[in-house]
Structures are given as C-alpha cells and as structure tokens.
C-alpha cells in the first residue's frame, strides 16, 4: 500500500532528513521523491510504501504532524487512493 506525504515550509537545513529518519524508524520505504525550492520557501512530495510499516498509519501521520509542528512546517500524510480520488478530473 502506497501513500503521498507533503511537506511545506520555509527552507531549513535538514528537513529531508528529518522526514527520512521518521519513515525509516517507522519501516516505511520512501519510493519517490521531488522537491523544489522557491526563494525560502521549500516544498517536497515523496511517494512511500507503508505496506511494512511497524507503526499504524494514524500514528505515523501523528508522528510527522509533531514533527511539522515543532520544525514550523506542514507535513501530511495520506493513502493514495484518497489522493487519487480527491485530484480526479
């Protein structure tokens, strides 16, 4: 099972890091990533599969949303199948 989880805020060093390091602890397996970087702003789409995930996703998505809040980013997380219904023309 994949999800699509965002990240938006302002540009800091170590966000990819922190992002990765919260997915690896939790067994999740980041598949596909963009980023891009618009003066300070920063925004990143990564695709991962939460197949193996040691963690329920509820408690990842808190997990990442704690980690948002302290960082003063907005970090979301959700299956791909709600993505994909919500961006259907």
């Known amino acids: 099972m994949r999800a699509v989880?965002?990240?938006i805020g302002k540009d800091m060093v170590g966000i990819l890091a922190?992002?990765?390091n919260i997915c690896a602890d939790a067994g999740v397996n980041i598949t596909e990533v963009t980023q891009s970087i618009l003066?300070?702003?920063?925004a990143m789409i990564m695709?991962?599969?939460i197949?193996?995930?040691r963690i329920s996703f509820s408690e990842l998505s808190d997990k990442?949303?704690?980690y948002g809040e302290k960082s003063g980013l907005s970090v979301r997380i959700m299956h791909e199948d709600i993505f994909n219904s919500m961006h259907r023309v």
Not at 39 to 42: A, G, S
């Open 18 to 20: 922190g992002v990765s």
């Open 64 to 66: 990442l949303a704690q």
């Open 39 to 42: 003066q300070d702003l920063f």
């Open 5 to 7: 989880l965002t990240v």
């Open 47 to 49: 695709l991962v599969d």
């Open 51 to 53: 197949s193996d995930s």
